[in-house]
Every structure is written in structure tokens, then in C-alpha cells.
């Protein structure tokens, strides 16, 4: 049953590839949709069977051992799915809300020819499979198909639109970026090979936990670390985090669902599910963990802080994506893997409503991202504007939406483990979680239109219509003439991702509020070695500190995201006066934020130009040019050589031949005599 | 009243017999003449085959000397033939100006 969760999407790739650029949009987009909704029906009904199981050794779980991948003598891989409730929650995240961003593509890409439709959803459906081989495969390996194949997915459909330079551009970078961490992943997986001998995910936790904890300092820091902290690589590639953020702004030159689906909801989670997935493992590594937490609040803030001078609606999502799996990396980096998990499932849903609202909005003025030229949107999409409200508002941690019950969470699990100093830049984090999303909220939805304002559409800068070919379809003729809302399938799509923001914060409501956290008793499980006994685990999370101080705490927080919203209110809400002349004051600070810490300009200059000098001056001209053409071409040279003199032997004369004939055979006889 | 040859007298006159054909091969300026020492030489191979055959009492070497001569038909057929284009194409049938066949 596992198997047909992945298999189903995968049918639906496989027509859509082949003979769907010849059907019609409705049946193509239809069948795409139908699949993902069919993935997501059994994956309720293989969740509720894993529900009814019986626990052993403290673990429910599903296995499925499909075939035998790998078989060479010792070395043994089965391509086997496990199902159990981190990989359960997951699943239902990305077949539930991927079939919510399929049906509104089906609206929002209608503008594309047939067989550029078909071929939209066949990448989509693609994506899906292999992610959801990635959350159920038991093994590292099985992992890594799924990692390798979202990434392909990934730089598909970032260049969807490969005419446009830009985009192919992007696609590249996402590819390269991510291969680097790709790099740490596989060294990683290859370190644990070595020392275990298996890379099952259980297995591997099983064999962990009989070991000593590893030392906390560098110095002490052995083999689990090591690999940890390449494995943590490829998260920071997969999930952009610093250094290897830099691929995901630039990934929204594709289609803005496919930001909903694979940049913000499914696949840049990826490296916190992974992380989550081997709990065993990195908790016996607590120098990664503490390298974990501080690099996960690093990219929080500086995420944030470039998200509050962009333009570009989209952009301004990507570097809040950013900051906001900077905030699960600190949850998982501080131990709470179960926080990390709920903020991820949480922020899937009101990051796609995000971004989903932002394509509304961008479909409704025909291509145009720039925020400077929106404003005055609230009574013309009234859809899109209170879905895009609740969206904002559950980032930005409000009670009772979803994001505070999962970012308090974390912020409660980073205190209460004695992380002070990464508490207090969380907060600070949240503060412009809530000043940069509110900011965008003014920005787009208030004041008045700004649309005619837009300067002539290719006198634009590269991003402003960045994804979309509807400004072909409608040409810019009066852009503010037919504002029209989201259309059915869109506005669906967004109501229910509006509902969920809402309430799929209530399986995590603290022990504090006098909730249950049933979220994190369902996965704690997950996060322990199998005992074989049956024996119950001890459970070492169990830090139940003050209740006064998490209440405390909690207050404080919500206090925060007033403060930033109140902030962006002050600055935005009646134009940007104000905030011009803060930007003027701090021009200093503005020009290095509006150019995202000059990152891309660095990497750049220290990697990207180095090494195009190297390839170019040493490897191509020296290397190639010089010696390997040196060494064919040295080859031929010296056998044409040889053959000028040789050839001066055969004199075409017979009586020449006749007489060496001769000289030979009376010089083997004569040796044959007288030896 | 001449002695009984001996194997030694038939393989002394074999030796001089292709000596003469060899020394045509290399001294003689017509391909004619060549082509005719080269029977000579194949002939006095034949000679030592069919001694030796007599004196060990075998036949093994006469049926060779036998395929000798066949293969020296054949030889004499096909190298007229060649001599007589040859000279259709040159006017001449001195070695000397058959070289072009070279680097």
C-alpha cells in the first residue's frame, strides 16, 4: 500500500509526459490533480492503519520491502518504505496541500499552450513522487533518490520558462548550490556506512544508542560528529540555510505555485525532516546540534533583515521561507525535534497560502511583482485579501493561529534548554517576521492602486514579472481595467489553505494553555531507537520547567510580533513616507540589506571568478589544450616521423624486394647453421 | 663406366641448378627471362624432393614435387598474362621501369 503513495503521482507524470501535450488543459491538469488527490486518499488510509497497530518496541510503524535494489556480497539495500508518524505527518502535508497547489495551477497556468501545460504538470507530479519517496524510505539511500529527485524536479521547474535567461540562470544555481551540499550528504552517508555497516534509518538508531554520547567540544567531537555535520551540508543546500541560502530567492523565477509547493511547503523541509528523521544520531552528536542551532538563527535574522527592504512580493516570501526553516534548523539544533517538526507542518500550510495569495495577486495584474506598483488591492480581491490576512497573520505568531502555537514552541524549547543568547535573537527574528510581513501586507493590499504607475513592462527591472507568461496574453493595456479575484479552482485552493492556517495549530497546544501538545507525543517515537524489549523509553526532553516563565515567555512573544506589526503599520500602512526617510537615514545599512549582504557578489569574487580562472587558465589551456591534446596529438606526430624515414625502404623496384628476400632467408638459414 | 650417384651428387646438382636460377632472377634485364629462372629454381627443388623420396623410399616428397609443378603451370600462365599487359602498357619489359609502385 506504501508504494502506491509515490507510485500514483508517478502515473500521473508518466501520461502527462507522454501523451498529455496532446489532450486538453482540463484533462491534463485534471489528471495530475487526480493523482495527487488519489496519493492523498491512501495516505489517510495508510495512516489510519498505522494508527490502529499495535506498538513495538515503542515504534508503529509500516515497512514495506518493495525489491532488492542493491545486492553485492555484504553490502545489501532493499528499496524499502517505512511509514510511521514523522513520516505520516509528512506525508499528509505534501499529498494534502500539493493537491490544493495542483488544482490551483490548473487556473493559474491557463495561459500556457497545451503541451507547455502538460508538461507543468507532469514536472509537478514528478516532484511529488519523489518527494514522498524521500519522507517513506527506510534507508539513506531510498532517502537519496527522493533528495537527487526533488532537486531535478526543483531545477525543472525553476527554468520552466527556459526562453527567459534569467530563469534558466536560476535553475542552474539551484542545481550547483545544491550539489555542494549534496557532496556533504553523500560523504556523510558514506562515513556511517563505514562504522555501522548499514545505513538503515532504524538499524543505524538501534546500533547510535548503544554508544557514548559524543563530547560537546570540537576537540571531542568523533566519528557521529563528523558525519553529522556533513549530512547537516546537504541540509543547508537542500533547506537554504547559510552559506547555501543563496539558490532560493532566486528560485522564484518559476511558476509561484511551484514556490508554494516545492520552495516554501515541501521540499526546502527536506533537511529539518532528515535531520528529525536520524534524531538518534545527532543528539549523540551535540557539538552538530550546537552548530545546527547557531547556524538555524543566523539565517532566521539575516533572512529576515534582507526580507525587509525587497520589492519584489515573491522575494520577500523567499527570504521569509528562508528565515523561517532557519527557525525550524534552531528547533531541531536545540533538541526539540518534535517542535522543528510541528513548526514545518504548521508553516506548510500558511506559506503555501502565502505565496498561492501572492500569485493571485500576480495574476490579477497580469505579471506585475513589484510591490511598489500594487497597493489598494483589499476590496477588489477580497478573496485573496482575508486568506493573504490569515496568512500573515499566522506567521507572524499570533494566538491562536497556527505559526504561534509552533514558533512559541520553539521559542519555549530554546529557553527552557538554556540557549539564551539564540532565544533572544529569535525573538528578534520573529519581531521582523512580523514587521516584513505586514509590511508586505500594506504594501500590496492598502493604500491606493499604484498599478498605472508601473513603468513599461520590459523597462522593468529582471524580476518584476518574473514567472509568468500572462503579460504575453494580456498585453499591458490598462493594467488596473479588469482586476479580477481569484478564479474557483484558485479561490479554493486558497480558502481551505486559509482554514488550515487556522486550525492545524491545535494538535500542538502547550501543556501551558492547558493543551495536550498531542503533536509532539505522536512523534516522539520517532525521535528514539527501537527498544526490542518493548521496554518504555525515558524520555529525555521531558524538560517541564516553569510554567509562570513559559507563560511569561509566551506573552513576551506575542508582545514582539504586536510590536512588529504595529512597526510596519507605522511605517507602511499610510504610504511610505516614513519609511523612505528611514531608508535615507540609514542609507549606509538600507543599500547593504536591499543588496542582500552583497552574499551573491561575495561568493562571486572569492568562488565563482576563481574558479572560472582556474578552469579557463589552467585546466583548459594548460591541461587540456596542453597536455592531453599534447599527448594524441605527440602520438600521431611521432608514428608520421618514423614512417618518413621508413617509407624511403620501399623503393618499388622488384628486384630490390627479390634481393632483400633473398639476403633474409640466406641470413635465418645461415643462423640456423651455424649457431 | 660412371659410378652410382650417390643422394650427395643429385643435392650438388640441385644447389647449382638454383644457384643459376637465382643468379637469372637478380642478373638477367627481361621479366621474360626472370620468369623463366624462376622455373628453374621451382625445378630444382622438385630434383631434391624426388631424391630424397628414393633414397628414404617414401612418396610423400613426389606428390609435392607433383603440386610443385601445378602450382609452376599456374605461375607461368598467370605471370605471362601480367607480362603481356605490362608490355601493352609500357613497350618495354625491362624491371627496371616497373617502380611506380612505391611511397
Not at chain 1, 74 to 81: H, S, V
Not at chain 1, 267 to 279: D, K, P, Q, S
Not at chain 1, 541 to 556: F, P
Not at chain 2, 12 to 38: C, D, M, P, Q, Y
Request: hydrophobic share 55%.
Amino acid at each position: 500500500m506504501l508504494l502506491l503513495i509515490p507510485l500514483l503521482p508517478f502515473l500521473g507524470f508518466l501520461i502527462n509526459a507522454t501523451v498529455g501535450r496532446r489532450w486538453s488543459q482540463g484533462l491534463s491538469g485534471g489528471i495530475a490533480t487526480a493523482a495527487m488527490a488519489g496519493a492523498f486518499g491512501v495516505s489517510v488510509a495508510a495512516v489510519w492503519t498505522m494508527l490502529g497497530l499495535e506498538p513495538i518496541g515503542g515504534v508503529r510503524a509500516i515497512d514495506q520491502h518493495v525489491f532488492t535494489w542493491i545486492a553485492s556480497s555484504t553490502l545489501e539495500i532493499p528499496f524499502a518504505l517505512r511509514l510511521d508518524p514523522l513520516s505520516s505527518i509528512m506525508i499528509l502535508v505534501i499529498t494534502g496541500i500539493g493537491t490544493l497547489i495542483h488544482l490551483y495551477s490548473t487556473a493559474y497556468m491557463h495561459d500556457e499552450t497545451n503541451p507547455d501545460f502538460a508538461r507543468y504538470f507532469s514536472y509537478l507530479n514528478l516532484f511529488a513522487s519523489f518527494m514522498l519517496i524521500l519522507v517513506l524510505g527506510a534507508s539513506f539511500p531510498v532517502m537519496f533518490i527522493g533528495w537527487e529527485g526533488v532537486g531535478l524536479c526543483s531545477y525543472l521547474l525553476i527554468g520552466f520558462y527556459y526562453t527567459k535567461q534569467s530563469a534558466a540562470d536560476a535553475g542552474k544555481k539551484a542545481f550547483v548550490v545544491n550539489r555542494i551540499g549534496d557532496f556533504g550528504f553523500i560523504l556523510g552517508m558514506l562515513i556511517l556506512f563505514t562504522a555501522f555497516g548499514t545505513l538503515d534509518f532504524q538499524l543505524l538508531a538501534i546500533q547510535v544508542s548503544q554508544l557514548e554520547v559524543e563530547a560537546g567540544t570540537m576537540a571531542g567531537a568523533g566519528l557521529l560528529t563528523g558525519a553529522t555535520l556533513l549530512l547537516f551540508l546537504g541540509a543547508t543546500g537542500k533547506s537554504a540555510q547559510l552559506p547555501l541560502y543563496v539558490w532560493l530567492p532566486d528560485a522564484m523565477e518559476g511558476p509561484t505555485p511551484v514556490s508554494a509547493l516545492i520552495h516554501a511547503a515541501t521540499m526546502v523541509t527536506a533537511g529539518v525532516y532528515m535531520i528529525a528523521r536520524n534524531a538518534v544520531l545527532f543528539s549523540h552528536a551535540p557539538f552538530t546540534l550546537e552548530v545546527i542551532a547557531i547556524v538555524g538563527v543566523l539565517t532566521a535574522l539575516v533572512a529576515g533583515t534582507i526580507g525587509l527592504v525587497q520589492n519584489d512580493i515573491k522575494r520577500v516570501l523567499a527570504y521569509s521561507t528562508v528565515s523561517q526553516l532557519g527557525y525550524m534548523f534552531l528547533a531541531v539544533g536545540v533538541g526539540a525535534f518534535a517542535g522543528g517538526v510541528f513548526h514545518l507542518y504548521t508553516h506548510a500550510f500558511f506559506k503555501a497560502l502565502l505565496f498561492l495569495g501572492s500569485g493571485a495577486v500576480i495574476h490579477a495584474l497580469h505579471g506585475q511583482q513589484d510591490m511598489r506598483f500594487m497597493g489598494g488591492l483589499k476590496d477588489k480581491l477580497p478573496i485573496t485579501f482575508w486568506t493573504f490576512l490569515i496568512g500573515t497573520i499566522a506567521i507572524s505568531g499570533l494566538p491562536p493561529f497556527a505559526g504561534f502555537f509552533s514558533k512559541d514552541e520553539i521559542l519555549w524549547k530554546t529557553w527552557s534548554s538554556g540557549h539564551y543568547v539564540l532565544w533572544g535573537l529569535a525573538v528578534v527574528a520573529a519581531f521582523l517576521t512580523a514587521t516584513y510581513m505586514f509590511r508586505l501586507l500594506y504594501m500590496t493590499f492598502w493604500g491606493t492602486s499604484r498599478a498605472n504607475s508601473a513603468p513599461e513592462h520590459e523597462g522593468t527591472s529582471a524580476h518584476v514579472h518574473g514567472s509568468t507568461g500572462h503579460s504575453a496574453a494580456h498585453p499591458p493595456s490598462g493594467p488596473s481595467a479588469h482586476l479580477h479575484d481569484a478564479p474557483r479552482p484558485m479561490a479554493i485552493a486558497l480558502v481551505l489553505l486559509a482554514v488550515g492556517s487556522i486550525v492545524a495549530g491545535f494538535f500542538g497546544v502547550p501543556h501551558a494553555l492547558g493543551g495536550h501538545n498531542q503533536i509532539e507525543a505522536f512523534l516522539e517515537p520517532s525521535f528514539h531507537a527501537m527498544t526490542l524489549s518493548g521496554e518504555e523509553v525515558a524520555h529525555a526532553a521531558a524538560v517541564h520547567g516553569d510554567v509562570a516563565i513559559e507563560l511569561g515567555l509566551m506573552g513576551l512573544s506575542i508582545a514582539v510580533a504586536i510590536a512588529g506589526i504595529l512597526l510596519a503599520t507605522a511605517l507602511f500602512k499610510n504610504g511610505f513616507g516614513r519609511a523612505e526617510a528611514l531608508a535615507a537615514q540609514f542609507s549606509g545599512v538600507h543599500k547593504v540589506l536591499y543588496n542582500k549582504y552583497y552574499v551573491d557578489e561575495l561568493y562571486d569574487a572569492v568562488f565563482v571568478q576563481p574558479i572560472k580562472r582556474l578552469s579557463t587558465g589552467a585546466l583548459w589551456k594548460v591541461m587540456d589544450a596542453g597536455v592531453i591534446d599534447g599527448i594524441v596529438n605527440g602520438v600521431g606526430l611521432t608514428v608520421r616521423g618514423w614512417s618518413a624515414v621508413l617509407r624511403r625502404v620501399q623503393t618499388g623496384s622488384v628486384r630490390a624486394y627479390a634481393m632483400s628476400i633473398f639476403v633474409g632467408v640466406v641470413a635465418i638459414l645461415g643462423y640456423y647453421l651455424w649457431r | 663406366m660412371l659410378p652410382e650417384p650417390t643422394l650427395n651428387t643429385y643435392l650438388a646438382l640441385s644447389a647449382v641448378l638454383f644457384s643459376i636460377g637465382t643468379a637469372g632472377v637478380f642478373l638477367r634485364r627481361n621479366l621474360i627471362t626472370i620468369l623463366l629462372s624462376v622455373e628453374v629454381m621451382l625445378n630444382a627443388v622438385n630434383l631434391t624432393f624426388v631424391a630424397v623420396d628414393r633414397f628414404l623410399g617414401t612418396v610423400d616428397g613426389q606428390i609435392i614435387a607433383f603440386f610443385v609443378i601445378t602450382v609452376a603451370a599456374a605461375e607461368a600462365a598467370v605471370g605471362l598474362a601480367i607480362l603481356i599487359a605490362l608490355y601493352r602498357h609500357r613497350e618495354t619489359l625491362s624491371p627496371d621501369a616497373f617502380t611506380t609502385l612505391k611511397w
